[in-house]
């Protein structure tokens, strides 16, 4: 069974930086999408990057240019990062990983992916 496990989050002030990261458990050899999507408070849950089977990515327009989206795989798990620099407080929320063992038509639909984690808190202050 696979399952995404986040870390990384934590507070920070606006201007600096974070890594995500998510491991995945259970890997299969699929051509696996995989995606980081975030939730403000009262929100909804928004995609912010995206990483296909070959290494092409999608940014969220508030994030390009700031935020980077990377996986390597390891002894047959991919881990995924997101490498996030000039934070700023709307970048505050719970962060997820999200993983489907195919392609995706729509990146950033939540209806996209079967497996997601639980999240880790990223809280940027002014």
């Excluded at 496990?5 to 890594?19: K, T």
Aim: glycine share 12%; charged share 20%; proline share 4%.
């Amino acid at each position: 069974q696979v399952q995404l496990e986040e870390s990384g989050g934590d507070s920070v002030q606006a201007g600096g930086s974070l890594r995500l990261s998510c491991a995945q458990s259970g890997y299969t050899d699929a051509p696996w999408s995989m995606a980081w999507f975030r939730r403000a408070p009262g929100t909804g849950r928004e995609g912010v990057a995206f990483i296909d089977a070959d290494g092409s990515t999608v940014y969220a327009d508030s994030v390009k240019g700031r935020f980077t989206i990377s996986k390597v795989g390891v002894k047959n798990k991919n881990i995924l990062y997101l490498q996030m620099n000039s934070l700023k407080p709307e970048d505050t929320g719970m962060y997820y990983c999200a993983a489907d063992p195919h392609g995706v038509v729509a990146p950033f639909s939540t209806d996209e992916y079967n497996y997601w984690g639980q999240g880790t808190q990223v809280t940027v202050s002014s």
